[in-house]
């Protein structure tokens, strides 16, 4: 593995891999000792062109835990403000000898572009590109219903929201059918579907009582704005009568349903707060996974010892 641009593609056993390793690092990470010498004297630069809480802070995290060096790149204060180039950015940051680039953009293709000019011994991992691709958020996910469920062949998964502008969607529908799962659905209405959802190997449903009917996890999807034209835009206060996660609308799903959401999450709009705070919620453990399962990722791309 010498970069993560996307989940579509990978092997079943690569993610296994990965969530195995990632395993051993969430146990790490719980006990007091929370750092291992795997990447030191190795360079990650964090280079965010578009905002971030969790994906920005837990790769920051997981570089240190594994004792490499972190540069945080502030683009709104870098010379990219200055007309300077993604490419020309790229050259004199690698003059700096670095070992690993952790791209977020919103085009569609950044972190392809990334890798495809980088130099040989230089790594790239997509932090999310445009409406493409977040593969490390997608493995967290399948490290946390994992953890919940065990056996994905028998589970039925829901999507719901804006599936048609969510990379985080297309990322976890691969990831779920390359893991084989039972059944995956898309809950939207049809504006917020991509077309031809179905050859995604998802069943669509635009009833969200008929679509959560029996399901085991439930992942909710904010409404992305930042991506959407204008003309698109619904009220918030129709798509939560819609298609908000109420505790009402939870009671329909499997007694034992877990609820996902990758953050940032919209209370009233996409969840309620009773569901978003209650004991199905697995939302936080996603975020403490995202250390683990981007500790795995890094140390299986730069090589040696991924045992902690
Ligand atoms: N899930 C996710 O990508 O969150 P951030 O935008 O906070 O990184």
Known sequence: LRHLL?????????????????????????????????????????????ASTRTRTTFELAAKRLSADVLNMNISTSATTKGESLLDTLRNLEAMYVDMFVVRHESS???HFFAR??????????????????????????????????????????????ILHSRVARSQIHALNILNTGEIRVIAPQSLLPAQVESLGVHVYNDIRQ??????????????????????????????????????????????????HPGPANRGVEIDSRVADGPRSVILEQVTYGIAVRMAVMSMIMGGSVTP
């Not at 000792?33 to 990447?39: E, F, I, M, W």
């Not at 034209?229 to 939870?250: A, D, K, M, V």
């Open 109 to 111: 293709g950044a972190a």
């Open 211 to 260: 679509g959560l009917k029996d399901v085991d996890v439930i992942i909710m999807l904010r409404l992305q704005r930042e991506r959407m034209e204008s003309g698109l835009l619904p009220s918030e206060h129709e798509f939560f009568q819609l298609y908000g996660l109420t505790q009402e609308r939870l009671a329909l799903a499997h007694p034992d349903c877990i609820v996902m």
């Open 117 to 162: 000019h980088v130099a040989p011994h230089v790594s790239v991992l997509n932090a999310g590109d445009g409406r493409h691709a977040h593969p490390t958020q997608a493995l967290l996910d399948m490290f946390t219903i994992r953890r919940h469920k065990q056996d994905f062949t028998r589970l039925r998964v829901a999507i719901v929201g804006d």
């Open 6 to 50: 996307t989940i579509e593609g990978l092997p079943h056993a690569l993610i296994t891999e990965i969530l195995d390793t990632a395993e051993s690092f969430a146990s790490m990470n719980a006990q007091a000792v929370k750092k291992v010498p795997l990447l030191r004297g190795k360079t990650v630069v964090n280079l965010f062109f578009e």
